[in-house]
């Protein structure tokens, strides 16, 4: 059973272009996390999706950020125009139905904004 | 808003030391979780406490939930080098449809030979 998959691991971009993330849940998983952490940081929460739907979004940005899990094919995050305090690592976490919510993470994709 | 403190932000100790990290939140958890990130990698789980006054034992790793279910600890007995890493909880509250969880900011452990 594949892990968490995320890709790519390394994502450089300029100023103003688009970021595009992907994060391929482990088997039989429906729910989805998205995270960021900044070097020395903890992990700051910003969507929750499952199938189809975003959950929780609380943690994300109004503008320029946007997450999506199709019912076929891997979860979104995307950031539009991006800038230089975008530069993160970008974390995703899947987790099984039932009520053992445990997180199984990506390797996470590092973000620079040159 | 919900918060989850977690103290202390770093420790060094000399191996075979033991460690403590401690976390508290400011309402009734459901449950927390702790993860251990390992310099340059990702979270990964460790245990799971439900129970008011749990105490769960991994080798020299014990995990304690608190009587009112607001805090926690993880402490490491006998340190070693293997041990270095960050040590996250992480708090849930609504046991229905939402499953996120609000993480303490991480202790950084690190462990001298």
């Known amino acids: 059973n594949a892990g968490v998959m995320q890709n790519p691991r390394h994502l450089v971009r300029r100023r103003g272009q688009e970021a595009r993330l992907r994060c391929s849940p482990m088997?039989?998983?429906?729910?989805v996390y998205w995270y960021r952490q900044l070097p020395e940081e903890g992990l700051k929460f910003m969507v929750y999706l499952q199938k189809e739907n975003i959950i929780d979004e609380s943690g994300m940005p109004k503008e320029r950020f946007s997450a999506e899990f199709p019912k076929e094919g891997p979860s979104i995050l995307r950031i539009q125009q991006v800038v230089r305090g975008d530069s993160a690592a970008y974390f995703c976490?899947?987790?099984?139905?039932?009520?053992?919510?445990?997180?199984?993470f990506g390797a996470g994709t590092r973000l620079s904004v040159l | 808003g919900q918060q989850v403190m977690q103290i202390p932000q770093y420790q060094h100790v000399q191996e075979g030391e033991d460690f403590t990290t401690y976390c508290n939140s400011s309402?009734?958890?459901?449950?927390i979780q702790w993860y251990k990130q390992r310099p340059g990698g990702h979270p990964v789980f460790l245990i799971q406490?439900?129970?008011s006054g749990e105490v769960k034992k991994q080798k020299r790793l014990t995990f304690q939930f608190g009587e009112a279910k607001k805090n926690s600890s993880l402490h490491i007995t006998a340190t070693q080098t293997t041990d270095v890493g960050t040590y996250f909880c992480?708090?849930?509250?609504?046991?229905?449809?939402?499953?996120?969880?609000?993480w303490g900011l991480g202790t950084s452990l690190g462990v001298n030979p």
């Open positions: 309402t009734t958890l459901s449950n």
């Open positions: 992480a708090g849930q509250w609504d046991a229905g449809n939402n499953r996120k969880l609000i």
């Open positions: 976490a899947s987790s099984p139905p039932g009520p053992k919510n445990i997180q199984y």
């Open positions: 088997k039989g998983h429906s729910h």
């Open positions: 406490l439900v129970k």
